[in-house]
Antibody
Framework: QLQLQESGPGLVKPSETLSLTCTVS??????????WGWIRQPPGKGLEWIGI???????YDNPSLKSRFTMSLDTSKNQFFLRLNIVTAADTAIYYC?????????????WGQGTLVSVSS | DIQMTQSPSSVSASVGDTVTITCRAS??????LAWYQQKPGKAPNLLIY???SLQSEVPSRFSGSGSGTDFTLTISSLQPEDFATYYC?????????FGQGTKLDIK
């Protein structure tokens, strides 16, 4: 069974860089033509699509996030990553990593449990 | 960006009821639409993809319909475990976007 697990610092100071890792188990991130993605959810609010990355390294991200995000992957470790520069309190959220569905219709079929990131001095 | 608007924002219902949630896109998304259920403290769970295709192992009381700009999620014969928040998501064009959510609670 495919599993995804986010890991990160939990607390980040304003203006610093946030780095998150998603570790995939149960399947290789290079098997199939799936996309791997990041979604975030501020406490008590709705979901925000951040972006996706294919095993080729090609990415599609959310322009409204002003290019502060960078996605990458390490196929040898079966991990993919999210970096967010110059964080502010508005970046406080639960960050989820996820995998696209079999249908390829843009849905996310498998999700990690999420990791809470707080931005505070 | 394509804006997704769900209605209602919240709805109260009883076990056994049928509930319909609507999602409207600011421009046509064909059938590139998914529905998720989220319970407190948990990650979203995929219910429907391609507007009307039921995800594996999701109960058949969940159904989706629509195309273009107007979509519905219908839950028939509500069960206690169905009380949660529901989100639609378009995947027609980047950036993909979610609706603001519909909270379904017990009357």
């Amino acid at each position: 069974q495919l599993q995804l697990q986010e890991s990160g610092p939990g607390l980040v100071k304003p203006s610093e860089t946030l780095s998150l890792t998603c570790t995939v188990s149960g399947a290789s991130i290079t098997s199939g033509t799936y996309y791997w993605g990041w979604i975030r959810q501020p406490p008590g609010k709705g979901l925000e699509w951040i972006g996706i990355i294919y095993d080729t390294g090609r990415t599609y991200d959310n322009p409204s996030l002003k290019s502060r995000f960078t996605m990458s992957l390490d196929t040898s470790k079966n991990q993919f990553f999210l970096r967010l520069n110059i964080v502010t309190a508005a970046d406080t959220a639960i960050y989820y990593c996820a995998r696209g569905g079999e249908s390829g219709f843009g849905e996310f079929e498998f999700w990690g449990q999420g990791t809470l990131v707080s931005v505070s001095s | 960006d394509i804006q997704m608007t769900q209605s209602p924002s919240s709805v109260s219902a009883s076990v056994g009821d049928t509930v319909t949630i609507t999602c409207r896109a600011s421009q046509g998304v064909s059938n590139w639409l998914a529905w998720y259920q989220q319970k407190p403290g948990k990650a979203p769970n995929l219910l429907i993809y391609a507007a009307s295709s039921l995800q594996s192992e999701v109960p058949s009381r969940f159904s989706g319909s629509g195309s273009g700009t107007d979509f519905t999620l219908t839950i028939s014969s509500l069960q206690p475990e169905d009380f949660a928040t529901y989100y639609c998501q378009q995947a027609y064009s980047f950036p993909y976007t979610f609706g603001q959510g519909t909270k379904l609670d017990i009357k």
